[in-house]
């Protein structure tokens, strides 16, 4: 006899989707006892559900998923990339705009690094854009200290191995010397933890200093420390090979103010000055 798959999508990705939580995030949550479905706690990811399905996270019912949506976002140095910080230190969430409703991050930026973080309110996208079959390439500008030639940026160029870990090729350019600094243009087309800064002291040179300037096709540009600012619709689907969203099926967007001339194809969320770190 034939098993006929489920009707519907896994619940986890129905919660992602939603913007409640990323997709494993989602996984605890259910492994936790804090969703339901039909008045019912489960206990395990592997069911699907249906539009009919009535479904509560924490008490809450889950609403119609919001239109897929991406934010680009100037992380500055000394927040961390996550939620809660067992340490107390800032977290980009403490810096985000107020009217910004609840994002994810695609993939992290470190304590000490800078530069582009992207945001978005869907688990999907998320998912999607972390994997490394996505292949966007990602560029960062790197401060070293040291005098590096060719031949000491060579092995970065065909692929290291650090403390048992193999780091794919990256694309690695000199631009300048500057004192006993050099500035270098760094590609990566997956990123380990750390994994540039783990690679340079593997070579012999420290970064002091590192900026993602480019995710895939979207760029830093000349956005400021702790400005947000959203991807047109139609860029994001363009981009990232989504289908229109029939009528209906998702709420839609609030939209920001109107973007900055030069910007095109963006919606500035908000532009926030930040007060100079003391010490």
Do not use: C
């Not at 996984?27 to 936790?32: S, V, W």
């Not at 060719?150 to 300048?176: A, H, N, T, Y």
């Not at 920001?256 to 910007?263: L, R, S, Y």
Request: proline letters at 8%; aromatic letters at 4%.
């Amino acid at each position: 006899m034939e098993n006929k798959t489920p009707p519907g999508e896994r619940i986890a990705k129905v919660i992602a989707r939603a913007g409640r939580a990323s997709r494993r995030e989602a996984e605890r949550m259910i492994a936790e006892g804090r969703v339901t479905v039909n008045g019912k706690v489960i206990d395990r990811a592997a069911m699907n559900v249906t539009d009919a399905d009535k479904v509560t996270v924490d008490g809450t019912p889950l609403e119609a998923p919001e239109a897929a949506r991406l934010w680009l976002y100037h992380k500055p140095t000394g927040l961390v990339t996550t939620t809660r910080d067992e340490q107390g230190r800032p977290t980009i969430y403490d810096d985000l705009p107020e009217d910004l409703p609840r994002v994810m991050s695609v993939g992290r930026l470190d304590l000490n690094s800078e530069g582009l973080l992207l945001l978005t309110n869907d688990g999907a996208i998320k998912r999607k854009l972390e994997l490394p079959s996505t292949g966007w390439l990602r560029k960062y500008r790197v401060r070293v200290n040291g005098r590096p030639t060719d031949e000491v940026l060579k092995p970065l160029r065909e692929g290291i191995e650090v403390d048992g870990q193999k780091f794919q090729p990256m694309q690695v350019s000199l631009d300048r010397q500057q004192g006993a600094n050099a500035w270098l243009t760094v590609g990566l087309r997956e990123g380990k933890n750390r994994e540039i800064r783990r690679a340079m002291t593997d070579i012999g040179l420290t970064v002091n200093r590192l900026i993602r300037v480019s995710y895939g096709p979207f760029q830093l540009g000349q956005m400021k420390p702790g400005e947000v600012q959203e991807v047109r619709r139609k860029i994001l689907r363009d981009q990232l090979g989504l289908e229109p969203e029939p009528e209906g099926t998702a709420k839609p967007a609030k939209q920001g103010k109107p973007g900055k001339p030069g910007h095109p194809g963006k919606r500035q969320v908000q532009r926030r000055r930040r007060e100079p770190r003391k010490g």
